[in-house]
């Protein structure tokens, strides 16, 4: 018979053999998160993310959930001091097969070759962080479209920084590119084009972007972000949303950004491919600024929901700020179906043309658009020939309208 003391160092020693098996077990796993975690300089933890815990109140710039993998930039070599070249590092960081990438705080990273994001279901935590080109970047002859460039699915971008500091013409046209990739979120990120980028003499009589979802994407997230193109050039926008090669594209929700562009393309354009239509486009809540430039030809379109043969499907425009200095119309729908455009403040300034202006441009077959609840303020140009608020085949319900523009039923062109 055993003593009831007996009983208890049995038990007691069981568990502790239990408890020493799974210590073993699982060793790696612990020796891998205190390996990756920093420490500060008195020794103490930073607020890094570590593979198993979730985003504490401090850290606020990571996303929801756990992560399996973290890579640390400068664990891949990158200085992040705006001097030395990073862009291999940054690469192998993005490519390396871990679910959480991280940047340090506010460092800046000199760029001098395109970025392709290839691996997915990726998370970027910027902290802040600034990628930039300049005047180091590759040959213009050696030529690639995009300098950051996604294609691949479930990639999620955070608080990243994208600058374009060259004063010469280099080898891309536009900062970030979302190609063949679906499930993309962007989030309080900034891209800039200066309006030092030409200033080294080059020519305006080029194209810069900061945002092009150019085919193939599916269920994309821009929100809370800021956009701006100040290169003046007479080509290029803050956005654009097509299907250039006809491989299907749709489901985009663009919201709380801020954005402002001075050159002659439209600040946001859509267009679909020849055989497909894009679908489900929700602009919402953003503050939109297309101001005239100074050197560049003047805007024709301010914001294109779709073109003539190039159509879309299901586009909700509500609740933005608008700001448009064009010479043909503030918003062009051309083929486009199905659109709701309500509850925004738009304010309208025609520019002098040897074209008729407008507000907004249909076509002459009924496409259920829907103009309401709207607040106009049209501004008056004495060189200007504005024929109408609404031309084409528009409802154009119950709006607010002022302006130092005479009202009159006129000036709604069917």
Known sequence: MYSLKNVRRIILGSVLFICIIILFANLDVILEQLTSKESQSDGTPTSEPTATQAPGPEASYTSPGTFQRIAYVKEFGAY??????????????LNSGADAVVFEKGAVYKIRDYIIME??????LGRGATLFTDNDYRAREDYHEFFLHIMADDIRIEELNIEARETILVGYKTQVGIQHASDITIDRCSFTIPATVLSGGATHDIEYNNLDLFTGWHNVVIKNS????L????????AEFRDLHDNGAGGLVFTNNTCTS????????????????????NITNNSINAIAGTVSKPRVIGISLGYDEYG???ITFTGNTVNIYSEFAGVFMGGSKNITINNNSIKYTALP???????FRGTD???NINVMGNHITLKNNALMDFVGISDGKIYFGPNYITGDISISDEIFVD
Request: net charge positive.
């Open 80 to 93: 992040g001091d705006g001097i030395n070249d990073d862009t291999q590092a940054v690469i192998r960081a």
């Open 262 to 281: 001075n050159c002659h393309d439209e600040i946001i354009a859509m267009f679909s491919g020849t055989k497909t239509t894009i679908r489900n486009v």
């Open 226 to 229: 800021v956009l701006t193109n």
């Open 119 to 124: 691996r997915a279901g990726v998370t970027v």
């Open 353 to 359: 043309s040897a074209v008729s202006a407008s507000l």
């Open 312 to 314: 879309l499907k299901d």
């Open 231 to 238: 290169a003046d050039a007479n080509a290029g926008v803050c």
């Open 365 to 367: 077959k009924k496409k």
